[in-house]
């Protein structure tokens, strides 16, 4: 960001900036402060994309296989935006623990604000774990702005909710929009953000079993009349309408399209996608499930009392083809300027409904029915958690399957760094199936290049042992000399090279000329084509085995080489672009830090942490998140038998 600059290095430094806004803006309360906050995932429904452009393909587990930079674009900006509210809700409702009606309605607000404050953590963990120093600006600017100064990035979230009725009112109805929003992006395309849902979308449901219970004990105690209810009902509802977005949204046409924000009965609707009206679609849906509960508070109103609704969907829209219009807030009929005018006075809260409300509810004891049998909340906050901590347990723990072999796995995690488009120097072994598995499965148009001047469009059509074997030159896109196909590399146009080696070190660098042992040094090929594909290509990967030997903290000579010495010198060496991306080993995945140390990643099912760190020659980082390397999918593993049906490579 221009003028911008990140004083986050890491999620530990956001979790410190965190603990300050806390107490900045007053909620670091006891039970706040004691509460201990974690990043949480869970399963997700399928690992296959289920709509849009890319329906069929693997879903993505990092930015590097977002196939383009309008898509990461996109999803950084509906990450930004959910995180925003998070942090703006609790922000809006920090002054309703001295009013609360019962010490339980004071024990459910702390609770309320505990997740909205872990949902906001969750997203800004998705920024700083995934987008590098854009998700960090922007994961700070979240705890930078303030509701309360009206810099919230929607204009619902900036009001103050300083009164019960309103917070009943907004948990119940906002937070009920929070839902539709967090159950459309569970079906997102984009792995990590699919799989923050399902906890965030069970945390939720007791906000707004929270609201919708407050505010049936408000109508069921009769004190405060209906057509005061109804004007806060009215307040919230239409702004809730908006929060969908507007009508023909391209956002949102997009969104789809490209498989990162589905519809909120996704699964269930068998109907082609509308694409310039999917805000709308979601906001009737919304619309129709808060009209059948205001429906049900009508069957505890007092007799007498003018029947509750759900307020005209044009009704006091800011956005949208009804922004500025006028509208009849029951009936929905038009109204001209002067009617309109005493419409609001009559079916919106004034200052004057405002101090009645407050009036009743400071000389009125029983304004609010009593709470009964309720468990207490704060003793229940980590129910809904309990599955989300186990799975993430077991997942770093490595529940293993024996469905597929280790070089099945390796392989397919290989397949996920190739992009959709981009140009790859295959080489051999492991990393040739992962170039039939990417074109097979999310890559179609990715072009191979085989140092020995073979260029394929098409993977070859049967397995190859050496790059010259037949199968491969048949049928090639060109066919060059060595000269021709390096080339490429100096010019800049290759994207990714998948490398091997007998030592990879922690920052990087590359050993294939000789090695030393207790007898001695044992001389290798040496480099090949690897030191040019590791100084000029855009990124590269390595593939090893995962030992103490072949992962010293420095290789004993350097061939090909990673980062050097550290964070600056590859560009001091005149290197001008590229560096390693990942090291995929045989327990787990390394990747790198922005200073050039190799920190793990993910580590694979069946291996514990432990046999990952005593089997690496350095004390290797752990990131913040460490997760389960995700297993082969089952279009994966058909790509890697069709093709390699004796497990010759991969056994």
Not at 11 to 33: L, P, T
Not at 101 to 125: F, K, N, S, Y
Not at 279 to 284: K, T, V
Not at 628 to 646: H, N, V, W
Request: hydrophobic fraction near 40%; include cysteine.
């Amino acid at each position: 960001m221009p003028g911008k600059v990140a004083k986050i290095g890491t999620f530990s430094d956001w979790v410190g900036m965190f603990d300050d806004w806390r107490k900045e803006i007053g909620v670091n309360h006891d039970e706040i402060a004691d509460f201990k906050f974690d990043t949480l995932y869970g399963a997700i429904e399928t690992e296959e994309i289920q709509f849009g452009h890319f329906k069929g393909r693997r879903k993505w587990e990092n930015l590097r296989q977002v196939p383009t930079q309008q898509m990461r674009d996109a999803l950084i900006n509906l990450i930004v935006y959910q995180g925003d509210t998070e942090f703006a809700s609790v922000e809006q409702q920090r002054k309703l623990f001295e009013t609360a009606p019962t010490d339980w309605d004071r024990r459910a607000l702390t609770r309320v604000m505990i997740e909205e404050m872990r949902h906001g953590w969750q997203m800004c963990a998705l920024l700083v774990d995934h987008f590098g120093y854009s998700g960090k600006v922007e994961a700070q600017k979240m705890l930078e702005r303030r509701a309360f100064d009206n810099q919230r990035l929607l204009g619902a979230f900036n009001v103050d909710v300083d009164n019960w009725m309103d917070f009943f009112t907004y948990t119940d109805f906002v937070d009920r929009d929070g839902k539709f929003q967090l159950q459309m992006l569970k079906y997102s395309a984009f792995a990590p953000l699919g799989r923050s849902m399902s906890y965030m979308l069970r945390e939720e449901a007791f906000h707004m079993g929270t609201g919708n219970d407050g505010l049936r004990r408000i109508v069921e105690a009769g004190v405060i009349p209906a057509w005061l209810i109804q004007r806060y009902l009215n307040k919230w509802i239409s702004s809730s309408y908006d929060l969908f977005g507007t009508d023909h949204s391209s956002s949102a046409h997009w969104a789809y399209v490209w498989g990162i924000k589905g519809r909120y009965d996704e699964p269930k609707n068998e109907q082609e996608a509308k694409l310039d009206e999917l805000n709308d679609y979601n906001r009737q849906l919304y619309r129709d499930e808060v009209a059948g509960l205001i429906e049900r508070f009508n069957t505890v109103l007092k007799p007498g009392e003018p029947k509750l609704y759900a307020p005209d969907i044009k009704f006091n829209r800011a956005i949208g083809r009804w922004a500025g219009l006028k509208f009849h807030a029951q009936t929905g009929e038009p109204l001209d300027d002067r009617a309109y005018e005493q419409h609001l006075k009559e079916y919106m809260p004034t200052p004057e409904d405002k101090t009645l409300l407050l009036d009743i509810i400071r000389n009125e004891k029983k304004w609010i029915v009593a709470k009964e049998g309720g468990r207490d909340p704060l003793a229940t906050i980590g129910e809904p958690r309990k599955s989300a901590i186990n799975l993430t347990n077991t997942r770093q723990l490595g529940a293993t399957s024996s469905d597929y072999t280790l070089g099945e796995l390796m392989v397919a995690i290989a397949a996920r760094e190739i992009q959709d488009a981009e140009v790859v120097f295959v080489g051999m072994r492991l990393p040739l199936i992962a170039f039939v598995v990417a074109k097979r499965t999310h890559a179609p148009n990715a072009v191979g290049l085989f140092e020995n001047g073979v260029i394929r469009s098409t993977a070859a059509p049967e397995l190859i042992y050496t790059m010259a074997d037949p199968p491969n030159i048949r049928g090639a896109t060109q066919c060059l000399d060595m000269l021709g196909v390096m080339s490429l590399l100096q010019s800049g146009r290759v994207h990714l090279g998948f490398l091997g080696a007998a030592e990879v070190d922690r920052l990087g660098n590359l050993n294939s000329t000789e090695v030393r042992g207790p007898k001695g040094r044992t001389r290798l090929p040496g480099s090949g084509g690897a030191c040019d594909i590791a100084s000029l290509a855009q990124r590269f990967v390595v593939l090893l085995e995962h030992s103490r030997e072949r992962l010293p903290e420095r290789v004993s000579y350097l061939t090909s080489p990673g980062y050097g010495d550290g964070q600056g010198w590859r560009q001091r060496m005149g290197l001008p672009r590229g560096g390693p991306a990942a090291v995929i080993t045989t327990k787990a995945v390394l990747r790198f830090a922005d200073d050039g140390e190799a920190y793990l990643s993910s580590v694979h099912p069946g291996i514990e942490l432990d046999e990952v760190l005593s089997n690496t020659g350095w004390k290797l980082r752990i990131a913040e998140h460490v997760s389960q390397t995700s297993e082969p999918s089952a279009a994966e593993l058909k790509a890697i038998r069709d093709y390699d049906k004796d497990g010759f490579w991969t056994k």
